[in-house]
């Protein structure tokens, strides 16, 4: 059984269905990014993994521990970080970070010390007075410094400035370093892209795709931009499967989106005076807007890793 | 004005909920002491010499104020009843308006409003029209109240039905004014909520003195209440009071529009510090938080207890000598009646305050729940049930302190003035208050886990429990069903003595509400607001 486990799990509010049938298996020291636009269910999976909604159906674990009967066990191997930062106004920084130390009994403080150090953070500043950011940093500080076996991190950046998302960056290379498991919902692709080993994504409650970034690729077109000595007819590179010519302005110059092998489009063009070819990778901004694209699911290859949903 | 009525109708919305519990409470009460009245003082020939030691004591001048004719219905009304109900009026609009203003910048919704194409004088002055609307809206269904049981047996008449409510609404509009302004200076909502209470207070004291001595009746002009006692019907409403309770209004309230220009959306015009060196105390479980949260107001509840059963316990000779004029109170109030059966109805009204106390803190549980930091709570190592009954445990604890001081306070009172008193008696009076407590904290266990944002009924089921015990001994109903209301199923002690089978029952229930309550919150989903 891996850090996170989860097998059909459900959840129905009334008569919405808000996670369908979710199978997930994140290993232990692994970063998974969890990934779906608003309402895709990315924050009931983290609450029914926190045990702070019931599944309607399935069960979910959390370091072997079922994650609804067992919340309590669960939770003393896990720290979260909630995508809103509602604290407690009328205390300061240091005495949430310590109202947590207590909550769960264990600390690492001098960790905490470069923590605060790390994000910039005065603790004695009233939460009142905080930016939304730096409320973010309270709660990042205490779930990083309880040096928890899962952390769970809603949105965790959501504020955060890029130099504070760097610190973000090197702190999860640290935990995972530890041999922390991470569990990391964002909007920020980037983000994922930089830290995540897997990757999961996430549509009107079903997980309709999951892998390495490299996976994830299979789906998406590579970019392939060409440079002609002379004016061409791009007539031959239209017709080859696969090939999709989405920018020729001048005829001397190229965009195509290439899916699948790249051998009968490298043939065509040695027939061709090319100048110059750049080739490169989707980024998985372009993934996920292949997925989310006409609000149509794509169908899953087999290179991919089996969708359980 | 695009969009000013909009504003309005949003407050309106918002505040419904409270709006419609105080117009029928205060309705009802008015109702209850208008037939009192015509109960307890049937006989005009007999009517003043009875009041006549009411009047006289210095004590309940002090919340009442001045009695200036006491011996009609319409008098009696506006100095023992409107006085106070100015003052809970005056209360309430000071609260309903902070959180209309300086509640909404805490949340952050102020800049939202105010990025609309709305001036802040417009967002200001919505906040105080729909408070306005709500208080004339109470204000008339106390006149319908009033009239429909005061003209019929010739106690009121309309136009006395009309000044009586305005010793209701003025209070309201003009604390209203100065909640606008606190709102303006301080930075946060609790802080302008303790200012406006502040300035109520130091009304009362103002006003204090020219009540109860003799020849300083000038001071009652250096207080709004002053103004408001000046009002006092059967006479006509004096000019020159209702002209200082106007020009006090427009003047709060241009302040209040001048300083919202000033000032930064979100800090007060009262300099602060957001810093300090970390304070650790009652920081390692959720009750304690919970408790080092709410000292403030609990300070306030313990002072407004003490304070009360201090002057019901100074009271004491006074009734007794007021009794003794009339066989009547001994018809109605039993046949033993003396210190010990005053002593009971005391107490009876410490039951309802700490009833009032244990959904408030109950409410405050469902607060952590509706703002999501529940969630961050029980994300920690911590059960439901332990955070549940931690809070219940709060609740219950701090309101069972409150009684056993008020209760004692009471002991204190009157043996202050030579009045013989058992403290024995008063320590289990003030125990007998935990079957109260019990179930008013099973039942907000109960709400928070089946209704949990519902938890405004918890005001109204113990406020259900006290008139229906009230309004049931005026209106005679049987015993039995009297009994349906705890503050009545339980013994009046000192009056009488400890009585295990209703205590019983009524802890019974109590704890029923709680184990259906926890064992639901154990199951359900946590739902913010």
């Given at each position: 059984?891996g850090a996170i486990d989860t097998h059909?799990l459900?959840k129905?509010?009334?008569?919405?269905?808000?996670l369908?049938?979710l199978?997930l298996?994140v290993?232990?020291?692994?970063?998974y990014?969890f990934?779906?636009?608003?309402?895709?269910g990315k924050t009931t999976t983290i609450r029914l993994l926190l045990g702070i909604h019931r599944p309607?159906?399935g069960t979910a674990f959390l370091a072997?521990c079922d994650a609804w009967?067992d919340a309590?066990?669960a939770h003393?191997h896990t720290a979260f970080?909630a995508?809103?930062?509602?604290?407690?106004?009328?205390?300061?920084?240091?005495?949430?970070?310590?109202?947590?130390?207590?909550?769960?009994?264990?600390?690492?403080?001098?960790?905490?010390?470069?923590?605060?150090?790390?994000?910039?953070?005065?603790?004695?500043?009233?939460?009142?007075?905080?930016?939304?950011?730096?409320?973010?940093?309270?709660?990042?500080?205490?779930?990083?410094?309880?040096?928890?076996?899962v952390l769970i991190l809603d949105?965790?950046?959501?504020?955060?400035?890029?130099?504070?998302?760097?610190?973000?960056?090197?702190?999860?290379?640290?935990?995972?370093?530890?041999?922390?498991t991470i569990f990391l919902s964002?909007?920020?692709?980037?983000?994922?892209?930089?830290?995540?080993?897997?990757?999961g994504?996430?549509?009107?409650?079903?997980?309709?795709?999951?892998?390495?970034?490299?996976?994830?690729?299979?789906?998406?077109?590579?970019?392939?931009?060409?440079?002609?000595?002379?004016?061409?007819?791009?007539?031959?590179?239209?017709?080859?499967?696969?090939?999709?010519?989405?920018?020729?302005?001048?005829?001397?110059?190229?965009?195509?989106?290439?899916?699948?092998?790249?051998?009968?489009?490298?043939?065509?063009?040695?027939?061709?005076?090319?100048?110059?070819?750049?080739?490169?990778?989707?980024?998985?901004?372009?993934?996920?807007?292949?997925?989310?694209?006409?609000?149509?699911?794509?169908?899953?290859?087999?290179?991919?890793?089996?969708?359980?949903? | 004005?695009?969009?000013?009525?909009?504003?309005?109708?949003?407050?309106?919305?918002?505040?419904?909920?409270?709006?419609?519990?105080?117009?029928?409470?205060?309705?009802?009460?008015?109702?209850?002491?208008?037939?009192?009245?015509?109960?307890?003082?049937?006989?005009?020939?007999?009517?003043?010499?009875?009041?006549?030691?009411?009047?006289?004591?210095?004590?309940?001048?002090?919340?009442?104020?001045?009695?200036?004719?006491?011996?009609?219905?319409?008098?009696?009304?506006?100095?023992?009843?409107?006085?106070?109900?100015?003052?809970?009026?005056?209360?309430?609009?000071?609260?309903?308006?902070?959180?209309?203003?300086?509640?909404?910048?805490?949340?952050?919704?102020?800049?939202?409003?105010?990025?609309?194409?709305?001036?802040?004088?417009?967002?200001?002055?919505?906040?105080?029209?729909?408070?306005?609307?709500?208080?004339?809206?109470?204000?008339?269904?106390?006149?319908?109240?009033?009239?429909?049981?005061?003209?019929?047996?010739?106690?009121?008449?309309?136009?006395?039905?009309?000044?009586?409510?305005?010793?209701?609404?003025?209070?309201?509009?003009?604390?209203?004014?100065?909640?606008?302004?606190?709102?303006?200076?301080?930075?946060?909502?609790?802080?302008?909520?303790?200012?406006?209470?502040?300035?109520?207070?130091?009304?009362?004291?103002?006003?204090?003195?020219?009540?109860?001595?003799?020849?300083?009746?000038?001071?009652?002009?250096?207080?709004?209440?002053?103004?408001?006692?000046?009002?006092?019907?059967?006479?006509?409403?004096?000019?020159?009071?209702?002209?200082?309770?106007?020009?006090?209004?427009?003047?709060?309230?241009?302040?209040?529009?001048?300083?919202?220009?000033?000032?930064?959306?979100?800090?007060?015009?009262?300099?602060?510090?957001?810093?300090?060196?970390?304070?650790?105390?009652?920081?390692?479980?959720?009750?304690?938080?919970?408790?080092?949260?709410?000292?403030?107001?609990?300070?306030?509840?313990?002072?407004?207890?003490?304070?009360?059963?201090?002057?019901?316990?100074?009271?004491?000779?006074?009734?007794?000598?007021?009794?003794?004029?009339?066989?009547?109170?001994?018809?109605?109030?039993?046949?033993?009646?003396?210190?010990?059966?005053?002593?009971?109805?005391?107490?009876?009204?410490?039951?309802?305050?700490?009833?009032?106390?244990?959904?408030?803190?109950?409410?405050?549980?469902?607060?952590?729940?509706?703002?999501?930091?529940?969630e961050?709570?029980i994300a920690?190592?911590?059960?439901?049930?332990?955070?549940?009954?931690?809070?219940?445990?709060?609740?219950?604890?701090?309101?069972?302190?409150?009684?056993?001081?008020?209760?004692?306070?009471?002991?204190?009172?009157?043996?202050?003035?030579?009045?013989?008193?058992?403290?024995?008696?008063?320590?289990?009076?003030?125990?007998?208050?935990?079957?109260?407590?019990?179930?008013?904290?099973?039942?907000?266990?109960?709400?928070?886990?089946?209704?949990?944002?519902?938890?405004?009924?918890?005001?109204?089921?113990?406020?259900?429990?006290?008139?229906?015990?009230?309004?049931?001994?005026?209106?005679?109903?049987?015993?039995?069903?009297?009994?349906?209301?705890?503050?009545?199923?339980?013994?009046?002690?000192?009056?009488?003595?400890?009585?295990?089978?209703?205590?019983?029952?009524?802890?019974?229930?109590?704890?029923?509400?709680?184990?259906?309550?926890?064992?639901?919150?154990?199951?359900?989903?946590?739902?913010?607001?």
């Amino acid at each position: 059984m891996g850090a996170i486990d989860t097998h059909g799990l459900t959840k129905w509010y009334g008569s919405t269905l808000a996670l369908d049938k979710l199978d997930l298996d994140v290993a232990t020291g692994e970063v998974y990014g969890f990934l779906g636009p608003n309402g895709a269910g990315k924050t009931t999976t983290i609450r029914l993994l926190l045990g702070i909604h019931r599944p309607t159906a399935g069960t979910a674990f959390l370091a072997g521990c079922d994650a609804w009967n067992d919340a309590v066990e669960a939770h003393r191997h896990t720290a979260f970080v909630a995508s809103e930062p509602t604290l407690w106004p009328a205390l300061t920084g240091a005495e949430i970070l310590e109202y947590f130390a207590n909550l769960r009994g264990t600390c690492d403080r001098e960790y905490r010390a470069r923590l605060i150090e790390r994000f910039d953070f005065d603790p004695n500043k009233k939460i009142r007075a905080l930016s939304k950011g730096n409320r973010q940093k309270v709660q990042l500080i205490a779930a990083f410094a309880t040096r928890a076996d899962v952390l769970i991190l809603d949105e965790p950046t959501s504020g955060l400035d890029p130099l504070m998302e760097a610190a973000f960056r090197t702190t999860v290379n640290e935990a995972r370093g530890g041999g922390q498991t991470i569990f990391l919902s964002s909007h920020v692709l980037s983000e994922v892209e930089l830290l995540c080993d897997r990757i999961g994504i996430l549509r009107a409650g079903r997980l309709i795709d999951q892998g390495t970034l490299a996976q994830l690729r299979h789906l998406s077109a590579r970019t392939v931009e060409v440079t002609f000595t002379a004016v061409v007819n791009l007539d031959g590179l239209r017709r080859l499967d696969g090939v999709e010519v989405a920018d020729a302005n001048d005829s001397t110059r190229a965009v195509l989106q290439v899916r699948g092998e790249m051998r009968p489009l490298l043939r065509a063009l040695a027939e061709l005076p090319v100048q110059a070819m750049d080739s490169r990778e989707p980024s998985l901004e372009e993934i996920f807007l292949v997925h989310y694209r006409d609000g149509t699911a794509p169908s899953l290859p087999a290179t991919s890793n089996p969708v359980r949903a | 004005m695009t969009g000013f009525g909009s504003m309005v109708r949003g407050r309106l919305r918002l505040n419904r909920t409270w709006w419609i519990v105080m117009t029928c409470f205060l309705a009802i009460v008015n109702i209850i002491q208008l037939q009192g009245y015509q109960s307890l003082f049937p006989s005009p020939l007999t009517r003043e010499a009875i009041l006549s030691g009411f009047a006289d004591n210095s004590a309940l001048r002090i919340f009442y104020g001045y009695p200036f004719d006491i011996s009609n219905a319409a008098g009696w009304m506006a100095w023992r009843n409107m006085s106070t109900i100015g003052m809970v009026m005056a209360l309430w609009a000071a609260f309903v308006t902070v959180g209309g203003l300086r509640g909404e910048e805490e949340a952050g919704r102020a800049e939202l409003t105010l990025s609309q194409p709305q001036s802040r004088v417009h967002w200001l002055a919505a906040v105080l029209v729909a408070v306005s609307i709500e208080t004339l809206v109470i204000g008339l269904v106390s006149i319908m109240a009033m009239a429909l049981v005061g003209i019929p047996q010739g106690l009121l008449s309309l136009t006395q039905c009309l000044e009586l409510s305005l010793q209701m609404i003025l209070p309201a509009l003009l604390f209203s004014a100065v909640a606008a302004v606190t709102s303006q200076l301080l930075g946060t909502a609790r802080g302008a909520r303790v200012a406006a209470a502040g300035v109520l207070a130091v009304a009362l004291l103002l006003r204090t003195p020219a009540d109860i001595g003799s020849g300083i009746t000038w001071l009652r002009w250096t207080s709004p209440l002053g103004w408001f006692e000046d009002l006092h019907p059967p006479a006509a409403p004096s000019i020159a009071a209702g002209g200082a309770i106007v020009v006090a209004f427009a003047v709060l309230v241009v302040v209040a529009t001048k300083m919202v220009t000033w000032r930064d959306i979100g800090v007060g015009l009262l300099p602060h510090s957001d810093s300090r060196k970390p304070r650790l105390w009652l920081l390692t479980t959720p009750w304690q938080a919970a408790l080092r949260d709410e000292i403030a107001p609990l300070s306030l509840w313990i002072l407004g207890a003490v304070a009360y059963g201090a002057l019901m316990g100074g009271l004491t000779r006074t009734v007794l000598e007021v009794v003794g004029k009339d066989s009547t109170f001994t018809h109605l109030l039993g046949s033993s009646l003396g210190v010990n059966a005053f002593i009971a109805a005391a107490v009876s009204l410490t039951e309802v305050i700490v009833a009032l106390l244990a959904v408030t803190m109950m409410v405050g549980a469902r607060g952590e729940e509706s703002s999501g930091r529940l969630e961050l709570l029980i994300a920690n190592p911590l059960s439901r049930t332990s955070w549940l009954l931690g809070a219940a445990s709060l609740a219950a604890g701090v309101a069972l302190v409150i009684a056993m001081l008020s209760t004692l306070a009471i002991w204190v009172g009157a043996v202050a003035i030579g009045q013989s008193l058992s403290l024995g008696s008063m320590l289990a009076a003030g125990v007998n208050c935990l079957p109260i407590i019990v179930i008013a904290v099973g039942f907000g266990m109960a709400v928070l886990a089946f209704a949990p944002r519902a938890v405004g009924i918890l005001y109204a089921g113990v406020a259900v429990a006290y008139l229906w015990d009230a309004l049931g001994t005026v209106l005679k109903f049987p015993s039995w069903l009297l009994e349906v209301s705890p503050f009545h199923a339980l013994a009046q002690i000192p009056a009488q003595d400890f009585a295990v089978l209703p205590a019983i029952a009524v802890t019974a229930v109590g704890v029923g509400l709680a184990a259906a309550g926890e064992a639901r919150f154990r199951a359900r989903d946590l739902v913010a607001a």
